[in-house]
């Protein structure tokens, strides 16, 4: 082992995708995968295989096309049975590297009242399964749930069979965000005393932020031996979520010569993962966060501003390059060539394929019109809504709408439906983005509700592209038409509480919220049509899966 180097496991894609409302289509998925990979984490938990058809399809892609020889470990979690173990191995087959991480709780009252087993029963089946797992791969993680409420004398005992049936990797997770740092460095550093073998496996941090200290519980983990830190982007996940990815990077980079260890992730990639995962899941990045909000390198004191205009050491201790945050001026405008444009998008590290290009293109073009100076941010964020592959299911095609003091706000909306006919309505709202909705939700006819609305300046000015990011929910279960595959599952019903993101910019605020409702929608109603896709094709192969 490298015992300065302080391995990232990134876990986005599985603890941080099943916090409520975080759910990403595979096509977002594959792209967060990529800029984990251009970002040079070491593992990449990639999914749950065992939860579905739709689960095993996302890992087994991300596992193809990232998973190289030169790229990143790719990981899959699986409980303590032969079906999941089964199920994660045949998903994570295409990658160079691959991880089986599967997990048992150790707590009496996980035992007791989750798993209804004894602590021999549940000893047994944690030896039973790590073999089994390592019999079919070389790299083995295994994770005693709730370790930080387990009786320590017994926690051993798991660590060490788990060791001895071929674990390479020990994880010891803070589930419930329960911990202390001081506790949680001490039990670190009692594992790796007590348990025979754990100086020669790697121990990692899983903690979670119930208590605002899964950062801080992390380090301290670090600090007392761990060389592994599951995390996310943003710190999303179950609960309050888990520790983030972007504060660990950085308070080890930042404070190398205090840790005297280091990570290999290229932290100039920082600001863009946030974004990328932010505009996908609907969940804005909130401006007091750490490292990436919009408020970590600004300064409004007059006591701060004048110690950073001599010196930006006197307030801050990085700097907002260091995580790319700079925006650098984009020389290009609207003279500028394809060539020219593409040659910028390559060097800013995006791949796009020719029709993405396309899209980018034109609305670079139309921008360059409507803007005086367009810099990275612009681009990225046009970028980020090319992206997520948002299903085209309706198109907008017209939008009017009238608004003022004294005045009803109304709105006339023109879609074009799946089969390329046109639908034309109006309504009045409560102000002009209401009237759209209202007369949008006339013509899909689709029950939801809006749960967030969020707009923003991407950049500084009267002319800043607005963003805009909503977020919708399912109205509750209903019986849906047996003949409309877009609301209705296997037994007839809709989905319960989904919630589905839809992200829009323009220079117009008003046109992007209508963008962002339509990409909301056009999220659930492909959902519901993958839904029945996956499921009866799943089915009829014989699928199991709970």
Same mark, same amino acid.
């Given at each position: 082992?490298? +015992?300065?180097?302080?391995?990232?496991?990134?876990?986005? =894609?599985?603890?941080g995708e099943q916090a409520p409302g975080c759910t990403m289509t595979l096509e977002e998925k594959l792209e967060v995968a990529r800029q984990l990979a251009r970002m040079r984490v070491d593992i990449i938990e990639a999914g749950f295989p065992a939860a579905s058809p739709g689960d095993w399809a996302a890992v087994h892609e991300i596992a193809r096309e990232v998973g190289t020889p030169d790229g990143p470990t790719i990981a899959a979690l699986a409980r303590a049975n032969k079906d999941d173990i089964d199920k994660a191995w045949t998903a994570i087959q295409p990658a160079t590297h691959?991880?089986?991480?599967?997990?048992?709780?150790?707590?009496d009252i996980h035992l007791d009242h989750q798993f209804r087993k004894s602590r021999g029963e549940a000893l047994e089946l944690i030896g039973e399964m790590v073999s089994y797992a390592r019999s079919l791969c070389d790299d083995v993680e295994f994770s005693p749930m709730d370790a930080t409420r387990s009786d320590h004398e017994y926690l051993f005992q798991a660590l060490k069979i788990a060791i001895e049936c071929g674990a390479t990797t020990l994880n010891i997770p803070d589930t419930v965000g329960y911990s202390t740092p001081q506790e949680y460095g001490d039990l670190i550093a009692a594992i790796r005393q007590n348990v025979p073998g754990g100086d020669q496996v790697i121990i990692s941090t899983h903690c979670h932020d119930d208590l605002g200290v899964a950062v801080a519980n992390s380090l301290a983990g670090v600090h007392a031996g761990a060389r592994q830190i599951e995390c996310t982007i943003n710190g999303i996940g179950e609960r309050a979520g888990n520790a983030s990815l972007e504060e660990v990077v950085m308070a080890l980079h930042t404070r190398e010569q205090f840790y005297g260890l280091k990570?290999?992730? +290229?932290?100039?990639? =920082?600001a863009r993962a946030s974004r990328t995962v932010s505009s996908f899941?609907?969940? @804005? +990045? @909130? @401006?007091?966060? #750490?490292?990436?909000?919009?408020? #970590?390198?600004?300064?409004?004191?007059? &006591?701060?501003?004048d110690g950073v205009l001599k010196n930006r050491m006197t307030y801050e201790i990085m700097s907002a390059e260091t995580v790319g945050l700079d925006g650098n001026a984009l020389i290009l405008g609207k003279h500028s060539g394809r060539h020219a444009f593409r040659k910028h998008v390559d060097a800013m590290g995006y791949a796009l394929d020719d029709e993405a290009f396309q899209h980018v293109f034109a609305r670079f073009k139309d921008l360059c019109d409507r803007k005086k100076r367009v810099d990275d941010r612009d &681009?990225? #964020? =046009?970028?980020?809504?090319? &992206?997520?592959?948002? @299903?085209?299911i309706y198109k907008l095609a017209h939008v009017?709408?009238?608004?003022?003091t004294g005045m009803i706000p109304t709105a006339t909306v023109r879609l074009v439906g799946p089969d390329e006919s046109e639908q034309i309505d109006s309504a009045l709202g409560t102000g002009p983005v209401d009237a759209i909705y209202q007369a949008i939700n006339k013509m899909i006819n689709r029950p939801n509700e809006l749960i967030e609305f969020s707009i923003k300046a991407i950049t500084e000015g009267l002319d800043a592209v607005a963003e805009v990011t909503v977020r919708i929910r399912e109205q509750s279960e209903e019986a849906g038409a047996v003949d409309d595959p877009t609301s209705i599952n296997l037994t007839g019903k809709r989905s319960v509480q989904q919630i589905f993101s839809g992200y829009g910019i323009n220079t117009d605020s008003v046109l992007a919220a209508a963008e962002a409702y339509m990409a909301a929608l056009n999220k659930m109603l492909a959902a519901g049509q993958a839904r029945i896709t996956a499921e009866a094709a799943a089915y009829a192969a014989g699928y199991t899966g709970e």
């Amino acid at each position: 082992m490298d +015992v300065d180097h302080v391995r990232i496991f990134d876990t986005t =894609l599985r603890d941080g995708e099943q916090a409520p409302g975080c759910t990403m289509t595979l096509e977002e998925k594959l792209e967060v995968a990529r800029q984990l990979a251009r970002m040079r984490v070491d593992i990449i938990e990639a999914g749950f295989p065992a939860a579905s058809p739709g689960d095993w399809a996302a890992v087994h892609e991300i596992a193809r096309e990232v998973g190289t020889p030169d790229g990143p470990t790719i990981a899959a979690l699986a409980r303590a049975n032969k079906d999941d173990i089964d199920k994660a191995w045949t998903a994570i087959q295409p990658a160079t590297h691959k991880r089986i991480h599967t997990f048992m709780s150790t707590s009496d009252i996980h035992l007791d009242h989750q798993f209804r087993k004894s602590r021999g029963e549940a000893l047994e089946l944690i030896g039973e399964m790590v073999s089994y797992a390592r019999s079919l791969c070389d790299d083995v993680e295994f994770s005693p749930m709730d370790a930080t409420r387990s009786d320590h004398e017994y926690l051993f005992q798991a660590l060490k069979i788990a060791i001895e049936c071929g674990a390479t990797t020990l994880n010891i997770p803070d589930t419930v965000g329960y911990s202390t740092p001081q506790e949680y460095g001490d039990l670190i550093a009692a594992i790796r005393q007590n348990v025979p073998g754990g100086d020669q496996v790697i121990i990692s941090t899983h903690c979670h932020d119930d208590l605002g200290v899964a950062v801080a519980n992390s380090l301290a983990g670090v600090h007392a031996g761990a060389r592994q830190i599951e995390c996310t982007i943003n710190g999303i996940g179950e609960r309050a979520g888990n520790a983030s990815l972007e504060e660990v990077v950085m308070a080890l980079h930042t404070r190398e010569q205090f840790y005297g260890l280091k990570t290999q992730v +290229v932290t100039r990639e =920082l600001a863009r993962a946030s974004r990328t995962v932010s505009s996908f899941i609907g969940v @804005p +990045v @909130p @401006p007091n966060k #750490a490292i990436v909000g919009a408020n #970590a390198f600004a300064h409004e004191s007059g &006591i701060h501003q004048d110690g950073v205009l001599k010196n930006r050491m006197t307030y801050e201790i990085m700097s907002a390059e260091t995580v790319g945050l700079d925006g650098n001026a984009l020389i290009l405008g609207k003279h500028s060539g394809r060539h020219a444009f593409r040659k910028h998008v390559d060097a800013m590290g995006y791949a796009l394929d020719d029709e993405a290009f396309q899209h980018v293109f034109a609305r670079f073009k139309d921008l360059c019109d409507r803007k005086k100076r367009v810099d990275d941010r612009d &681009i990225e #964020a =046009l970028i980020s809504g090319e &992206i997520q592959h948002t @299903p085209q299911i309706y198109k907008l095609a017209h939008v009017q709408y009238s608004a003022g003091t004294g005045m009803i706000p109304t709105a006339t909306v023109r879609l074009v439906g799946p089969d390329e006919s046109e639908q034309i309505d109006s309504a009045l709202g409560t102000g002009p983005v209401d009237a759209i909705y209202q007369a949008i939700n006339k013509m899909i006819n689709r029950p939801n509700e809006l749960i967030e609305f969020s707009i923003k300046a991407i950049t500084e000015g009267l002319d800043a592209v607005a963003e805009v990011t909503v977020r919708i929910r399912e109205q509750s279960e209903e019986a849906g038409a047996v003949d409309d595959p877009t609301s209705i599952n296997l037994t007839g019903k809709r989905s319960v509480q989904q919630i589905f993101s839809g992200y829009g910019i323009n220079t117009d605020s008003v046109l992007a919220a209508a963008e962002a409702y339509m990409a909301a929608l056009n999220k659930m109603l492909a959902a519901g049509q993958a839904r029945i896709t996956a499921e009866a094709a799943a089915y009829a192969a014989g699928y199991t899966g709970e």
